[in-house]
């Protein structure tokens, strides 16, 4: 049995919270203001998921590097290997905001998209 400390970062109140684990199992989540920190703790501890915000090579654009981000969060486990697809790709200006860079990235059902608009110099 293991005892975990986070931190919710769900809202600004940054509750502190203890979750008591048995390999891969939530025993207790302790320290949560509301229901939602006991979501995030279970989540963080069984399946962390992040957001990836990167930037991909643009050619014929009013910048080098266009920024990217995924519609929603991923596995954190997949963190690496969609850096790998992201590194992969390059697009040709003109790009606008919420165009599809990628369909779904490392295989996890998620779109990578365009941050901004960028124009064609
Ligand atoms: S447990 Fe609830 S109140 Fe506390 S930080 Fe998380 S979301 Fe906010």
Same mark, same amino acid.
């Given at each position: 049995? %293991? +005892?975990k +400390?986070? %931190? *919710?970062?769900? *809202?600004?109140?940054?509750c502190r919270i203890t979750v008591t684990m048995e390999g891969k199992e939530v025993l207790s989540v302790k320290g949560n203001t509301c229901p939602r920190g006991e979501a995030y703790a279970r989540q963080e501890c069984v399946q962390p998921m992040r957001i990836l915000t990167s930037t991909v090579r643009i050619t014929d654009g009013t910048h080098r590097v266009l920024p990217v981000i995924t519609e929603k969060e991923i596995p954190l486990e997949k963190m690496s290997e969609a850096m790998s697809e992201v590194r992969e790709v390059t697009v040709s200006a003109p790009i606008e905001v919420n165009d599809v860079i990628i369909e779904n990235i490392a295989g996890t059902g998620v779109r990578l998209i365009a941050s901004r608009s960028m124009a064609r110099l």
């Amino acid at each position: 049995m %293991i +005892e975990k +400390e986070l %931190i *919710c970062v769900t *809202c600004p109140m940054g509750c502190r919270i203890t979750v008591t684990m048995e390999g891969k199992e939530v025993l207790s989540v302790k320290g949560n203001t509301c229901p939602r920190g006991e979501a995030y703790a279970r989540q963080e501890c069984v399946q962390p998921m992040r957001i990836l915000t990167s930037t991909v090579r643009i050619t014929d654009g009013t910048h080098r590097v266009l920024p990217v981000i995924t519609e929603k969060e991923i596995p954190l486990e997949k963190m690496s290997e969609a850096m790998s697809e992201v590194r992969e790709v390059t697009v040709s200006a003109p790009i606008e905001v919420n165009d599809v860079i990628i369909e779904n990235i490392a295989g996890t059902g998620v779109r990578l998209i365009a941050s901004r608009s960028m124009a064609r110099l």
